[in-house]
């Protein structure tokens, strides 16, 4: 059964939002998802490699991160955002169809701020979404330990 989401509201966050993401479907839905907030500029890097280029030149506000994706690991990006001087502050929650807690804590320990899985909530993504353009980091832990606030339900 399709659950009904909530258009974001007008007036909503504002923000540049780096989705490293391979699956055009996956991207597509996160634009889509975005795009009752006008404020809110999503741009999509198909791979890790164009993502940390993007995420140099850009300085997004948020970055939403595959962990796997075709040229490099989730986990290999992220230590490479954490490295380096122009991209160590950024926010990063890792998206994933991983679930286990050695993925999950694995992402952390490279840096991930929060580690959402798919399928996508759509609710809790646009929820989260706006929590961390406001600077709050939805879903952040420090046990990483799957909680429900980390793992994403099914839809």
């Not at 160590?88 to 804590?105: F, K, M, N, P």
Request: proline share 6%; charged share 20%; hydrophobic share 50%.
């Amino acid at each position: 059964m399709a659950e009904a989401v909530a258009a974001p509201a007008a007036g909503g966050p504002r923000g540049l939002l780096l989705y490293i993401e391979d699956n055009p479907v996956n991207a597509i839905l996160v634009q889509q998802l975005l795009a009752g907030w006008p404020d809110v500029e999503v741009v999509v890097a198909p791979t890790g490699g164009e993502g940390l280029v993007q995420a140099r030149q850009l300085r997004p506000d948020l970055v939403l991160l595959d962990m796997n994706l075709p040229d490099m690991g989730g986990v290999d990006v992220l230590r490479k955002l954490r490295s380096e001087d122009a991209t160590r502050g950024l926010r990063v929650i890792a998206l994933s169809a991983a679930t286990l807690q050695d993925d999950i804590d694995a992402a952390k320990a490279a840096g991930a701020d929060a580690y959402w899985t798919k399928p996508i909530d759509f609710v809790q993504v646009l929820q989260g979404v706006e929590a961390a353009l406001s600077g709050r980091i939805p879903g952040a832990q420090t046990q990483g330990q799957a909680t429900p606030s980390v793992l994403m339900k099914a839809v």
